[in-house]
């Protein structure tokens, strides 16, 4: 058993799960959103009440400062792409509060859900640590985001009808207070939608420790069973569950998939013909059953 406590149910039942394999001290651009280094990660325990899986407390005390200072250029360059990852995420969202008027989205990135929330016609207001895309939000999408974490000062107060956490609580070393922090800012009838990777997906089980979910940025692995009991400490009731739906250009896939097959000559082609290239600049969904979205509401 390891001496590491649960960040979910506190239980002290843990065990070392995997250990950390960086050699140096943590800086901001190995919270890179697009980082490739699959299978390379902090110190992991496991908790043996709760299943959550999380990384060494002692390895975390910086994670605010370095995302402010995260820099992501080819996270910014992904917009097509991305822009229909979150048209997607706001149907689950409308389906589930259509009369919604409101929306907040914590760790907004590039302000891409936000802007396309504005499309459709909601208030929409974005938090995002990283400066750098904030700034990008402004000059790419036309998005005012707030910098900083939430609860963030020039929110008190505010409730909303849609909350969306997209790919952040697996960022956290405190995730049960950010789903708190999230009840708190829902309206009444509001909803929540909270996206995370599932390591007890098959895809995790497959790859071991070299999933690709497995990096320095990700300190915290839910699945149904560590979900429940962080939504339920929260004062959160799950609703529904589903996969995640990706859209990804084949580009991207191929050089991922460099990580794990041969592909590399046949990327490297894909410079000099003109047909491969073509291929490769193409846009298609994927749900790979790796990832989960949480639609949740307030209890009582």
Not at 28 to 46: A, C, M, N, S
Not at 81 to 110: D, F, N
Not at 122 to 150: K, Y
Not at 277 to 297: C, E, G, K, Q
């Amino acid at each position: 058993m390891s001496t590491a406590s649960c960040p979910i149910c506190g239980s002290i039942q843990t065990r070392l799960w995997k250990s950390r394999n960086l050699n140096r001290e943590l800086m901001p651009e190995d919270f890179k959103i697009t980082d490739g280094r699959y299978g390379v990660t902090l110190t992991l325990h496991q908790c043996a009440d709760c299943s959550f899986l999380f990384a060494d407390a002692s390895e975390t005390s910086q994670l605010t400062t370095l995302y402010e200072q995260l820099v992501d250029p080819s996270y910014e360059e992904g917009a097509e792409s991305r822009t229909l990852q979150m048209r997607w995420l706001l149907r689950l969202g409308i389906a589930a509060r259509p009369q919604a008027h409101t929306l907040l989205e914590i760790g907004a990135g590039s302000g891409l859900l936000v802007a396309a929330a504005g499309r459709l016609g909601l208030d929409a207001v974005g938090v995002e640590p990283s400066m750098s895309l904030v700034t990008a939000a402004r000059r790419i999408n036309g998005v005012e985001l707030l910098q900083g974490t939430f609860p963030h000062p020039r929110l008190e107060g505010r409730r909303f009808d849609l909350v969306y956490v997209v790919d952040v609580i697996e960022h956290l070393s405190d995730p049960v207070k950010l789903l708190a922090d999230c009840a708190g800012a829902l309206a009444v009838g509001g909803i929540l939608i909270v996206v995370t990777p599932d390591v007890s997906s098959l895809a995790a089980r497959l790859f071991g420790h070299r999933w690709w979910h497995f990096r320095l940025a990700h300190v915290g692995y839910f699945n149904e069973r560590s979900m429940s009991e962080a939504s339920r400490l929260a004062e959160l009731a799950i609703r529904s569950s589903c996969r995640v739906r990706w859209f990804f250009p084949i580009r991207y896939l191929a050089e991922r998939a460099s990580a794990y097959l041969p592909v590399g000559p046949v990327n490297r082609a894909a410079e000099r013909v003109a047909a491969l290239r073509w291929l490769y600049d193409r846009v298609i969904p994927l749900n790979l059953h790796d990832s989960s979205a949480f639609v949740m509401t307030r209890k009582g």
